[in-house]
């Protein structure tokens, strides 16, 4: 099962489209989940984190100081971590980024880049991300 665990709600109705699309897109290969929290302030978020991570789970926050990869170290990772771990969650905090408890409750930190990107759009990115994985790991055209 992946998790995404994300604080803040989606607004934009192209932002809800696009993420639909890929979370249909993920379930042909792979259960995935969405959790959505209220945007609040970084000791609330951390909180309410912390209640629905699963201890079970190899848990990946999305930091700006993380760990990078390309499409294809992501793809080989995430396969893997499925060989010794059925449960992977990803975690986009809220515009203060991730509370320091929750970071180290995680097994890693991810970037994808220094750049900032607004909380809608990079959801977005995380899950094209995680639906090329699945392409590259099946061997199907997508990647390029």
């Known amino acids: 099962m992946i998790t995404i665990i994300c604080v803040g709600k989606i607004k934009e109705h192209y932002l809800k489209d696009m993420i639909d699309d890929y979370l249909k897109r993920i379930s042909k ?10 945007d609040s302030n ?10 629905v991570l699963k201890p079970n789970a190899y848990n990946i926050a999305l930091d700006i100081n993380g760990n990078s990869y390309s499409s ?22 809220g515009s203060d980024g991730i509370g320091e408890k929750v970071k180290k409750s995680c097994q890693e930190l991810l970037t994808f880049s220094k750049l900032t990107f607004p909380h809608g759009l990079f959801r977005g990115i995380l899950l094209e991300q995680i639906y090329r994985s699945f392409k590259i790991i099946n061997n199907e055209t997508y990647h390029k």
Not at 29 to 36: A, D, L, V
Not at 42 to 51: A, D, Q, R, S, Y
Not at 79 to 93: A, P, Q
């Open 72 to 93: 294809i170290e992501l793809a080989s990772k995430i396969d893997r971590l499925f060989t010794i771990n059925s449960n992977i969650c990803f975690i986009i905090g």
């Open 29 to 38: 290969y792979h259960k995935i989940n969405i959790i959505e929290l209220k």
């Open 42 to 51: 970084i000791k609330n978020e951390e909180g309410e984190i912390l209640k």
